[in-house]
Structures are given as structure tokens and as C-alpha cells.
């Protein structure tokens, strides 16, 4: 179908046009989401800070001064900060023509560590805030050195992690998207078949209407009132796409008589109906597509062969038939078979397996059924 073709071509780059001008859809209140962030960060290294220094005062027998502390871990943090939103995007998201950053990139950081840790001590120690005094051997720079690569072992978790997540989340708004997207394509794919039952029907009933204007006026405002309701029917739009089936059967009505007018009520129907559920409901224009191919396709003249139009619904099921003559149609239209195959692809679409639609031709009789059971 031309719609569907159309659709289905363009929806991927639509997909990546509507996630990326609709990001409200997925992150909602940026700022609230910094704000939350901000209060784990400082509540994570809060409990840290406090669970290192009081398990190393208690193994030592000794606190430093808080102005140690403070110094140190502010090293450390930002540290581990600049390690996982800095040095590893620059070492990881250049591409593999880039992997040389890595190990060229933690030797600078680790470099300019061991400077600022050398520095920061020479200035507590001045101070007088060192509980021991500073010396530049082995264990200075193998504690050091260890220092440093734990906050850079955790970082790169978190920078790990952060990323997963991220990507996560772009999948997941994407497939949101995506699905967004597929709705309004089986929306649009929906209301593009029923809007191809009306072409013929609105020609021939002009036509009459225009024959109608001069021979015989008194049903000209019949016709036109008919016609009128029937098109506003079939251009009716629903929020969850179904309607009363009562108002599709009062729109076959309009079909029928809009058709007797036509011939001047020489065509031979019994049409039977009985509803007990009044709030039954169905998809639009299924019944009124099978009721206008019997006056497209069949031949209504002969007495002798009426057409038939049985209908009857609960609940529970509903079944709908049509039977008529289609050896020598009335009008002089070729059958496309579009109809039965939009009917057939818009059922499918909405009931699945619980609605079959069969038809044959037999020894000259067109006949059709429909089953839908509706699901509780």
C-alpha cells in the first residue's frame, strides 16, 4: 500500500528526528535530575571519607588534622572526577586509531599526582599539620602510587557504569520512539483503508442525485441527508478506534435505501439483524465495505435471487454474512479485490486470530462471513 510503503521507508530517520527534538519525553526535569545526582555523590563520599578515617584512626591509635584531611581527600576526589570524565572519554571514545592515549594519558595523571601529593606535603609540613615527618623513600612513593590507582581503579568502574547507563537509556528512548512512531504508522495505515470505501458510493449517489434534481425532486433531500450521514460516519474518528456497532448498522440502512433510491426500489434484499448487546462495539467500515461491494459486484434485479444480509451479535461473538448473484453486476466497475483485502488487514491488526473473514463464489452466488469474538 502506498501509505504504508511511504511510512515504513521514512520511519527510522523519523525515529531519530523525534528522539533527539523530544527529549523532555525521556529526561523530564533535567535540573531535578542533577539535584538527585549531586545528593548521592556527596552522601556516597560522606560515608566513605568517614568509614576510612575512623578505621584508620582506630588501626593507628592517631587522627591527623582535619585540615589533612580536607587537603588530601579533595586530591582525591578530584581525582577520581577528572580520571572518569576527562582522561577516559579522551582514551576511549576517540576510536581505535586514539588507543595510545591510554597508557600515555595515566602516566601524566599519575605524574601530576605524585607532584601535587609531594607539594601538599612539603606545605603540612611547614604548617606543622603533619603527625610525622616527610620522607621522600620507597614507601612515600609506593603508598602513594597505590593511593592513586585505587580512586582510579573506582573511577573507571563508575565512568564503566555511567556509560552502560547512558546507553541504556538512549536504547530505551529509542525503542520508546520507535514504538511511538509504529503506533501512529498503524493509526495512519488504519484510517488510510477506510478511507477507500467511500469514492464509489459518494460518485453513483451524485450521479442520482443529480438525475434525481430533475425527475423526481421530492427525493433529492432524502438522498442528500443520507448521503451526509454516511459520510460523516465514515470520516468519524474514535479515541480507542472502535464505534456502537448500532451506528454502523443504521449506516448500512442509509447504504440500502440510498441504492433503492437508485433504482427506483426495484432491488431485491433481505437484510435480517439482530443485536442483543447494544454496546456492542467493533472497527469502523467493515460491515458498510462488505454491504457496498453487494451493490458494486452483484446483481440486485432478479426477484427470484435476492440478496442476503444476516447479522447477529452478543457480547461473546458476532457474525456477519452476505450472499449475492454475481454473475451480471449492476454497475460496470472491475472488482480490485481491495476491499476484502483491507477488511482482512485491519481486522488482523486489531483482533488478531479472533476475527475470520471467508469468502467464495459458488454456482454464481458471492458469499462472505464474518466471525469477530470479542475478548472479555
Known sequence: MALSFYAKNILNSECKHFYYSNPFRYYMNPQNRSDGTLKVHLVCWAIFIAYEILVAGMISGQYAHPVYYVAFYALNIVLFYVHAHFLMPSAFDQGKKTIWRLPFLLAVELSLYLAITIALSYALELLNLRNTPLQLNSRFFLTTVWRSALFMMFSSGYYFLRTYLRRAKDEMARAVAMAELNSKLIRAERDFLKAQINPHLLFNTLNFVRYASKRKPEQVDEAIVRLSELMHFAMEKTADGLIPVQQELAQIDNIIQLNQMRFDGK??????????????????????????????????????????????????????????????????????????????????????????????????????????????
Open 267 to 376: 432491488l431485491n434484499l433481505i437484510c435480517n439483524v439482530e443485536l442483543e448487546d447494544k454496546a456492542l462495539q467493533l472497527i469502523p467500515t467493515v460491515l458498510l465495505t462488505l454491504v457496498e461491494n453487494i451493490f458494486k459486484h452483484g446483481d440486485l434485479l432478479d426477484p427470484a435471487a435476492p440478496a442476503e444480509i444476516t447479522f447477529h451479535g452478543n457480547s461473546g461473538e458476532m457474525l456477519f454474512c452476505t450472499r449475492n448473484r454475481s454473475e451480471n453486476s449492476m454497475d460496470t466497475y472491475p472488482s480490485t479485490k481491495l476491499g476484502i483485502a483491507n477488511i482482512k488487514t485491519r481486522l488482523n491488526d486489531y483482533y488478531g486470530s479472533n476475527a475470520i473473514l471467508e469468502h467464495g463464489n459458488n454456482d454464481g452466488w458471492f458469499w462472505t462471513k464474518l466471525t469477530v469474538k470479542f475478548r472479555p
